[in-house]
């Protein structure tokens, strides 16, 4: 069992930035891919990005072109850049690993508030 723990998160005014990080406890250069999830109060949790273990990324329509997901495998770390951010973005925000199917592999962790307000 891997823990994830995420951070970063924080109040940023709209069009603000912010980066995320995750740390895991363990490898993650073994898993298919790692991904980067959201809730927004009263909202199910959504896919917001996703990074093979080759690097290829991939995002929701939602946030391509102002999201940007990186992983650092020797450090176990895992990374969301948030630029021109909406209070729609407005979210817990979550990393995970994911299978070849795109299914979770462990607990969530606490996630980390983004709050996009004037």
């Known amino acids: 069992q891997v823990q994830l723990v995420e951070s970063g998160g924080g109040l940023v005014q709209p069009g603000g930035s912010l980066r995320l990080s995750c740390a895991a406890s363990g490898s993650i250069s073994r898993f298919n891919a790692m991904g980067w999830y959201r809730q927004a109060p009263g909202k199910q949790r959504e896919l917001v990005a996703t990074?093979?273990?080759?690097?290829?990324?991939n995002y929701a329509d939602s946030v391509k072109g102002r999201f940007t997901i990186s992983r650092d495998n020797a450090k176990n770390l895992l990374y969301l850049q948030l630029s021109s951010l909406k209070p729609d973005d407005t979210a817990v925000y979550y990393c995970?690993?994911?299978?070849?199917?795109?299914?979770?592999?462990?607990?969530w962790g606490q996630g980390t508030l983004v709050t996009v307000s004037s």
């Open positions: 995970n690993a994911r299978d070849y199917e795109g299914n979770v592999l462990f607990a």
């Open positions: 990074i093979t273990r080759g690097g290829r990324t």
